[in-house]
Antibody
Framework: QVQLVESGGGLVEPGGSLRLSCAAS????????MTWIRQAPGKGLEWLSY????????FYANSVRGRFTISRDNTENSLYLQMSSLRAEDTAIYYCARRATMTTSHSFDIWGQGTMVTVSS | QSMLTQPPSVSAAPGQKVTISCSGSNSNTGNNYVSWYQQLPGTAPKLLIHEDQKRPSGIPDRFSGSKSGTSATLGITGLQTGDEADYYCGTWDTSLSAGVFGTGTKVTVL
């Protein structure tokens, strides 16, 4: 079935780095633009970053630009988020999501289950 | 990062209707399609509405979307206990070249 599975979350100290992965299955990964979205404990959704099918075009939220890097490997059906200079406020569940192609909306029709990142000393 | 404004909470009795507003600006909701998501407790969000008012297959017609100017609205009719969740609007912001979500609305079935 169509599925996204995130991994790589965990506990990291402030100023540290972490790389999240998102494994796609059940669909042609290279046909879809992808995104990372996070949700701090008890808070709302925050859009973080977006990458096009080829991996050549990326967009970032101001809150993470310069610290986070989105990338993908279409041969491995995987999406990545390299996070550096992590802060306490980066503590959140991180979701990868697939941009829907049946619409021109900036909409996301498939979401992973999320991976928790905790930034604390 | 700008966020779209939603009411923190709405509530109604089973079978009744609720509406949730999503207010933005010309750079986001005013000139880009709005989507709506439902997030049940402890789960990932689920797409309910795209292109302001279209439902993906499998979404019941109790859920509807509309937009006027820079404000979008999600309507839920025939409210059920299973509709208790957080609801978020989202769209693209042309000025930011980034996606944006609403502040989220908790729906309570009384």
């Amino acid at each position: 079935q169509v599925q996204l599975v995130e991994s790589g979350g965990g506990l990291v100290e402030p100023g540290g780095s972490l790389r999240l992965s998102c494994a796609a299955s059940g669909f042609t990964f290279s046909d879809y633009n992808m995104t990372w979205i996070r949700q701090a404990p008890g808070k709302g959704l925050e859009w973080l970053s977006y990458i096009t099918t080829s991996g050549r075009t990326m967009f970032y939220a101001n809150s993470v630009r310069g610290r986070f890097t989105i990338s993908r490997d279409n041969t491995e059906n995987s999406l990545y988020l390299q996070m550096s200079s992590l802060r306490a406020e980066d503590t959140a569940i991180y979701y990868c999501a697939r941009r829907a192609t049946m619409t021109t909306s900036h909409s996301f029709d498939i979401w992973g289950q999320g991976t928790m990142v905790t930034v604390s000393s | 990062q700008s966020m779209l404004t939603q009411p923190p909470s709405v509530s109604a009795a089973p079978g009744q209707k609720v509406t949730i507003s999503c207010s933005g600006s010309n750079s986001n909701t005013g000139n880009n399609y709005v989507s709506w998501y439902q997030q049940l407790p402890g789960t990932a969000p689920k797409l309910l509405i795209h292109e302001d008012q279209k439902r993906p297959s499998g979404i019941p017609d109790r859920f509807s979307g509309s937009k006027s100017g820079t404000s979008a609205t999600l309507g839920i009719t025939g409210l059920q206990t299973g509709d208790e969740a957080d609801y978020y609007c989202g769209t693209w912001d042309t000025s930011l070249s980034a996606g944006v979500f609403g502040t989220g609305t908790k729906v309570t079935v009384l």
